[in-house]
């Protein structure tokens, strides 16, 4: 990441923020022009935004990007799916921050993840209950001003 020519970049860790001032990191964050969030865990990437106060600030951030991946994708959505949820909440369920309006099943025909196949995702967005994507690895969805849009060079479904 260093080598893109960017003018600074730094890294965030959820898990320590609630041990440190908002005065201190906040400022930080209405700067970026840029999120670059990595997979894993929705469920805990969610949990962990909410109890930092990252999800908070997120809505006064109008003109930054949100570049997720897996799980960096999936926790915008309002919704997981139980097939995705590894780490339980609180609240015991797979809601995530609703910031866009549909759901994500990554990975599609991922050979390293059998379990991630057109079969499956038609399962899973049976049981989501809103608009959802099932999308492989050379896909994207971009959303800008209450627009999505898939950007591909693979396969992708989508289910309304």
């Not at 320590?16 to 894993?40: H, K, M, N, Q, Y």
């Amino acid at each position: 990441m260093c080598d893109l020519g960017w003018k600074s970049l730094g890294l965030l860790e959820l898990t320590a923020l609630p041990s440190i001032d908002e005065g201190r990191w906040a400022p930080w964050i209405r700067e970026a022009d840029v999120f670059l969030v990595d997979g894993g865990d929705a469920a805990y990437l969610c949990h962990w935004m909410r109890q930092s106060g990252l999800a908070a600030l997120l809505p006064s951030l109008p003109e930054a990007v949100w570049v997720g991946v897996s799980a960096g994708s999936m926790v915008m959505t309002p919704r997981i799916g139980k097939d995705f949820v590894n780490w339980k909440s609180a609240a015991g369920n797979d809601s995530t921050l609703g910031i866009v309006d549909f759901s994500i099943f990554p990975h599609l025909e991922n050979r390293h993840m059998p379990e991630n196949n057109l079969s499956s995702a038609q399962r899973w967005a049976t049981d989501i209950g809103n608009p959802a994507y099932a999308i492989d690895d050379q896909s994207a969805i971009k959303v800008v001003e209450g627009v999505t849009q898939v950007v591909s060079e693979g396969i992708w479904k989508y289910f309304p």
